[in-house]
């Protein structure tokens, strides 16, 4: 994931995932579905009852800080 979508100049790389993904990822599948209730998709997408959060590090399912990349070692070196 990336700060911008824009791939000219600086390139900083996320270290979480925006929840406007999943919203997304959920509209894809929900919206144009016809079987799906209309208020069941005005509740998750128009009304507020659903809010879509960012994704964090988590650890024995406790959340974490974010972590940085000095952590993060080069796999198999």
Do not use: C, W
């Given at each position: 994931?990336?700060?911008?979508?824009?791939?000219?100049?600086?390139?900083?790389?996320?270290?979480?995932?925006?929840g406007n993904n999943f919203l997304?990822?959920?509209a894809r599948n929900?919206?144009?579905?016809d079987s799906v209730d209309n208020s069941v998709k005005l509740s998750l997408f128009h009304?507020?009852?659903?809010?879509?959060?960012?994704?964090?590090p988590a650890i024995d399912g406790f959340r974490s800080v974010r972590i940085p990349a000095?952590?993060?070692?080069?796999?198999?070196?």
């Open positions: 994931m990336t700060q911008k979508s824009a791939t000219e100049g600086h390139h900083r790389t996320l270290d979480f995932i925006p997304g990822i959920v929900v919206y144009n579905d009304n507020g009852d659903v809010r879509y959060g960012d994704a964090h000095s952590v993060f070692y080069p796999k198999l070196t």
